[in-house]
């Protein structure tokens, strides 16, 4: 069956740095998505992405933030400078349509020192 | 307001119990689609189920039943014969179709089964 992934699966950077998070969704998926997860907490949206832009997008997703779909296959997310309360599980995610079940990759734990 | 209850924070129950987990739901819309996931220690988030707003059927899967009610804003989740397997947390979420809207999760509620 295919699925999401999310590369790496745990990335550690310090304060300041910029990382960049990256995904292959399904591939005849249209819609694509980020969320976060602070440990122990709820799964927050962040955006969504859709024909090539940002559909919609959270107050979390600031200025530092930013998702790009350079090529066919992959979808990144970046922090340009990360902030210890960056430091969470990031969730990508797509669907084939707007309604339809979000597919999950297993997340990349990015840690902020 | 959109949004998702899960009043239950933590539940434990002994294996073979049944167990119930709560979502309660607010929507101003009339057609939207209710999900759970499933979030075991491994931390990857699961489908479950999809949901729509104008389907009242109750649904089981297995050992899994789901009870929607429109009258209660409720999407509850059964577990029947709890097995240690189904440890995880347990998300219920909501989509409104008004719009490019995104999934919007409830807190979750972790589930611990004890052999």
């Known amino acids: 069956e295919p699925e999401v992934t999310q590369t790496p699966s745990h990335q550690v950077t310090q304060m300041g740095q910029e990382v960049i998070l990256r995904c292959v969704p399904i591939?005849?998926?249209?819609?694509f998505y980020w969320y976060r997860q602070i440990l122990g907490q709820k799964v927050e949206f962040l955006v969504s992405?859709?024909?090539?832009?940002?559909?919609?997008k959270s107050e979390i997703f600031d200025d530092q933030f930013s998702v790009e779909r350079p090529d066919g296959s992959n979808f990144t997310l970046k922090i340009r400078s990360t902030k210890l309360e960056d430091s969470a599980m990031y969730f990508c995610a797509s669907s084939r349509e707007q309604n339809s079940p979000l597919h999950f990759g297993n997340g990349t734990r990015l840690t902020v020192t | 307001a959109q949004k998702v209850t899960q009043a239950q924070t933590e539940i434990s129950v002994v294996e073979k119990e049944d167990v119930t987990l709560d979502c309660v739901y607010e929507?101003?819309?009339?057609?939207?689609?209710l999900f759970w996931y499933k979030q075991p220690p491994s931390g990857e988030l699961v489908f479950l189920i999809r949901r729509n707003s104008f389907d009242e059927q109750n649904e089981i899967s297995g050992r899994y039943s789901w009870n929607f009610q429109k009258s209660t804003s409720s999407f509850n989740f059964t577990i029947t014969a709890s097995q240690v397997v189904d440890s995880a947390v347990y998300f219920c979420a909501l989509i409104w179709n008004s719009g490019n809207t995104p999934l919007v999760f409830g807190k979750g509620t972790r589930l611990s089964v004890i052999a």
């Open positions: 992405f859709y024909n090539n832009e940002i559909s919609e």
């Open positions: 591939s005849n998926h249209l819609y």
């Open positions: 929507t101003r819309d009339t057609t939207y689609y």
